[in-house]
């Protein structure tokens, strides 16, 4: 495999430095699933020991992290997780069937993802102003025709959005976070239930059911991966800027978490879908709150705008090897970006935000990626070392495989922690499985014709 890092795909450019890349995950980590999902993470632990869920989250994170790091130094590529899946299990062969799968999931959870961000905007928006069912699909697919017009530029200025979006999304969590400080009640925020400590099958399915909702929070750690090829120095890059964006939020999260829980009692804040905002009105008045609900809505536009800038680049990356339709590898010949592919998620992100709620994109998001993308690079990190050895790798994970070990037993846990929504992860597999056959058969590919491997760009 062709390994050099220094030049970008073809028509790319490196144009994102270990600044923007902080920037770009972090907007995507923080997006608008903590605001949303902090009042179901209390209930279904059953007081603050919520908090626990967060950490537990954090921890997966950062196990999981190590999987990316090790993968995308050493394979720095736009569309990411998809050349890491062709060459960790071979591109003559299984490489092919599972970076295929990983296309045919992207084009249903990446929208599925920039769907959560837009309705959850629209769902925040209720508190400024009541919308109505058709008010609240109007919002949330305009949000995303206003994303794709943001990401419609060179990846330079792409990198400088960035930036800007990153300050708006940590000032409102530093404001949420000085302001539950100042305020903050310790009988409130840590008045436990007599059960909560009781360790029996019922505390940890409600653990289960809180991480669904906790690990959507942290996902995006990675998405300078799938940047590969328009990051500098990826190397380096690429390590730090998954780590520091997972301590950076883990620091926000616990802190913001714990501020909430300082102020609004939890078995009020349990019931609330405002609760970022109700806490602010509780501290300094309504006016505030709209105030912060606004900010709110800011952070849902980042992480919509770094989860589709991301997405868009697998589509592409999978066409340059000849693995997907060829429209999807056109590059605009001016702004130097995969513009076919952005348009169709966005596209499919449109139909999904008019169509769907909150709760069934979350959880097919989870469902859905969790056994081909999540589970998969861990088995293929390790796959990838017996293969090809570790000393060409740029970054190695500390006590391999330990953390890899540790990640597929955490996704694998969390798949059955998403109830009835699997049964459609895996028809998503299923499906796709038999649209690779269909193709293969076709073009004569693996296994039913050569099986030479996919150009390495």
Not at 160 to 175: A, D, E, F, Y
Not at 436 to 455: C, D, K, Y
Request: with cysteine; glycine share 10%.
């Amino acid at each position: 495999m062709a390994t050099n890092n220094k030049a970008a795909a073809p028509g790319l450019e490196r144009g994102l430095g270990l600044k923007e890349a902080v920037a770009l995950n972090m907007i995507e980590i923080v997006g608008i699933g903590p605001f949303v999902v902090s009042s179901l993470v209390i209930r279904a632990m059953g007081g603050p020991q919520a908090l626990i869920a967060w950490l537990a989250g954090a921890l997966l994170a950062t196990l999981d992290g190590f999987v990316w790091s090790e993968l995308g130094a050493a394979m720095p590529k736009a569309g990411g997780t998809y050349v890491f899946l062709r060459e960790a299990y071979g591109p003559a062969k299984w490489g092919r069937l599972m970076s295929f799968l990983f296309v045919w999931q992207t084009l249903v959870q990446a929208p599925l993802s920039i769907a959560s961000a837009s309705i959850g905007f629209a769902k925040y928006a209720g508190y400024l102003h009541p919308l109505s069912p058709l008010q609240a699909k109007a919002i949330s697919g305009s949000l995303v025709v206003f994303i794709a017009f943001l990401l419609y530029r060179r990846i330079t200025t792409i990198g400088k959005i960035s930036v800007l979006l990153w300050i708006g999304v940590v000032g409102t969590m530093v404001w949420l976070i000085w302001g539950g400080m100042r305020h903050f009640d310790a009988k409130i925020a840590f008045d436990f239930p007599p059960d909560a400590f009781h360790l029996s099958w019922i505390w940890f399915a409600g653990l289960g059911s809180a991480m669904v909702n906790t690990i959507y929070s942290y996902w995006g750690y990675y998405n300078i991966c799938h940047l590969g090829g328009e990051i500098k120095d990826p190397e380096r890059n690429i390590p730090r800027g998954i780590f520091l964006s997972i301590l950076g939020i883990t620091i926000l999260y616990l802190a913001m978490q714990t501020s909430i829980l300082g102020v609004v009692p939890w078995r009020e804040a349990q019931n609330s879908d405002f609760i970022a905002s109700l806490f602010v009105e509780r501290l300094y008045g309504y006016a505030a709150a709209r105030v912060v609900t606004g900010m709110i809505l800011w952070i849902a536009v980042a992480s919509a705008f770094s989860v589709l800038l991301g997405a868009s680049r697998v589509p592409y990356s999978a066409a340059l090897d000849g693995n997907f339709f060829r429209v999807f590898a056109r590059v605009h010949p001016k702004k130097h970006f995969p513009h076919i592919s952005l348009l169709f998620l966005a596209g499919l992100g449109i139909i999904f935000s008019i169509s769907l709620k909150l709760k069934q994109a979350i959880a097919g998001i989870l469902a859905m990626r969790l056994l081909v993308q999540f589970i998969g690079q861990a088995v293929g990190v390790m796959l990838l070392r017996r293969r090809r050895g570790a000393e060409r790798l740029p970054f190695k994970m500390w006590l391999y495989p330990l953390p890899a070990v540790l990640t597929m037993i955490g996704w694998a846990w969390l798949f059955w922690q998403t109830g009835a929504t699997r049964k459609w992860g895996l028809a998503e597999i299923a499906l796709g499985a038999l649209a690779f056959l269909i193709r293969a058969r076709e073009v004569r590919q693996w296994p039913f014709g050569n099986s030479h491997p996919a150009v390495d760009r």
